[in-house]
């Protein structure tokens, strides 16, 4: 369960009393919604479609996240297919300065409409190298130039470390 950090994290946050357990530590059920989001923000980040969860596969939780523990969760797109967009994320718990892996997960979400129904992750597909990889043609010229303007629009901080 080794992740080298690159980029920046999908989410940091720190724990609280309200969210224990009996035995004291953070419930396992706080620590699998924070993978749920930071799974659906990598996949947002390459696709502008609404996503749903479809699966989280096997959790084990191999350390336990103290009241006070900053969870950090890292995630990236593993793989994309007609309507779906599969996730890994990692999560660790910054304690003491000192960083401790507790779990990790793969997290399948799929691209809906308004009403829910399942839709082609390929019509929001923003990320160039997913394009690239699934074989996808380049988006019209016009609407790149449309999306740098209004970006231009939009003057908002990036991260230094991954541009996002």
């Given at each position: 369960?080794?992740?080298?950090?690159?980029?920046?994290?999908?989410?940091?946050?720190?724990?609280?009393?309200?969210?224990?357990?009996?035995?004291?530590?953070?419930?396992?059920?706080?620590?699998?919604?924070?993978?749920?989001?930071?799974?659906?923000?990598?996949?947002?980040?390459?696709?502008?479609?609404?996503?749903?969860?479809?699966?989280?596969?096997?959790?084990?939780?191999?350390?336990?996240?103290?009241?006070?523990d900053?969870?950090?969760?890292?995630?990236?797109?593993?793989?994309?297919?007609?309507?779906?967009?599969?996730?890994?994320?990692?999560?660790?718990?910054?304690?003491?300065g000192?960083?401790?892996?507790?779990t990790?997960?793969?997290?399948?979400?799929?691209?809906?409409?308004?009403?829910?129904k399942?839709?082609?992750?390929a019509?929001?597909?923003?990320d160039?190298?997913?394009?690239?990889?699934?074989?996808?043609?380049?988006?019209?010229?016009?609407?790149?130039?449309?999306?740098?303007?209004?970006?231009?629009?939009?003057?908002?901080?990036?991260?230094?470390?991954?541009?996002?």
């Amino acid at each position: 369960m080794k992740k080298i950090r690159k980029g920046c994290p999908a989410i940091r946050v720190v724990m609280f009393p309200k969210d224990i357990n009996g035995a004291g530590n953070i419930f396992g059920g706080v620590i699998l919604s924070h993978i749920d989001v930071a799974g659906a923000v990598a996949a947002r980040k390459i696709c502008s479609h609404r996503v749903v969860t479809v699966s989280a596969k096997e959790v084990e939780f191999k350390k336990p996240v103290h009241v006070g523990d900053i969870l950090t969760c890292w995630a990236e797109v593993t793989a994309v297919g007609t309507t779906s967009i599969t996730t890994k994320v990692w999560v660790e718990a910054e304690r003491d300065g000192k960083f401790v892996p507790v779990t990790e997960a793969e997290v399948v979400y799929v691209a809906v409409n308004k009403t829910g129904k399942s839709i082609p992750v390929a019509s929001g597909l923003r990320d160039e190298k997913w394009r690239k990889k699934l074989g996808l043609s380049d988006p019209d010229k016009s609407a790149k130039k449309s999306d740098k303007s209004k970006s231009k629009a939009k003057s908002r901080r990036k991260c230094k470390s991954c541009g996002s």
